[in-house]
């Protein structure tokens, strides 16, 4: 439930306090993407960089966990306001962590760091993981996908994050 700390599967040595919606669901799936991925490939599949499309309530708090785990992430929106609204978003809740001494002010830092922001699709381009949380509109989550059919490593994990009516087909 959001407030607790929990160890991350995928990272042992990382704990951290899971304070937004979709956050605990998101880390329990890539623990287990990770954990198969292992298993299936003898751990040739080792994921390191993280693209996130859309900076808004989903997507920043995507980039949030898996920053703060210690993974380098690029977070994109279709514009230069939107993704610096998403990482002053993601500015104020590791502040909240730090002040709630659930994160060093260094651990903060050290996420924002990991959090690389762009306005062109082409970014996430060699990322091993990339997560499309854009808005709810299925026609758009499709072009979006289509373009990351060009973008995307053979090896690449594409994944969505959907709810609701959005994530039926029409």
């Given amino acids: 439930?959001?407030?607790?700390?929990?160890?991350?599967?995928?990272?042992?040595?990382?704990?951290?306090?899971l304070d937004k919606p979709g956050d605990r669901q998101l880390v329990i799936i890539f623990a287990i993407t990770q954990r198969f991925l292992n298993n299936c490939f003898g751990g040739l599949m080792d994921v390191?960089?993280?693209g996130i499309i859309g900076a808004g309530t989903?997507?920043?708090?995507?980039?949030?966990?898996?920053?703060?785990?210690?993974?380098?992430?690029?977070?994109?929106?279709?514009?230069?306001?939107?993704v610096q609204r998403?990482?002053?978003?993601?500015?104020?809740?590791?502040?909240?962590?730090?002040?709630?001494?659930?994160?060093?002010?260094?651990?903060?830092?050290?996420?924002?760091?990991?959090?690389?922001t762009a306005t062109?699709?082409?970014?996430?381009?060699?990322s091993d993981l990339?997560?499309?949380?854009?808005t709810e509109d299925l026609d758009l989550k499709l072009k979006i996908f289509a373009q990351l059919a060009d973008l995307a490593g053979d090896q690449t994990i594409l994944a969505n994050y959907a709810?609701?009516?959005?994530?039926?087909?029409k």
């Fill in 1 to 17: 439930s959001p407030g607790r700390t929990r160890t991350i599967a995928a990272r042992p040595a990382v704990s951290l306090t």
């Fill in 48 to 50: 390191k960089k993280i």
């Fill in 58 to 82: 989903m997507g920043n708090g995507i980039a949030q966990t898996f920053a703060v785990c210690g993974y380098d992430v690029t977070m994109t929106d279709i514009s230069e306001t939107a």
């Fill in 86 to 116: 998403g990482l002053k978003t993601v500015d104020g809740s590791l502040d909240r962590l730090v002040k709630k001494e659930k994160l060093t002010a260094e651990a903060k830092a050290a996420a924002l760091g990991r959090i690389r």
């Fill in 120 to 126: 062109d699709l082409n970014a996430v381009r060699g």
């Fill in 130 to 134: 990339i997560i499309e949380a854009a």
């Fill in 163 to 169: 709810e609701g009516e959005a994530a039926q087909a």
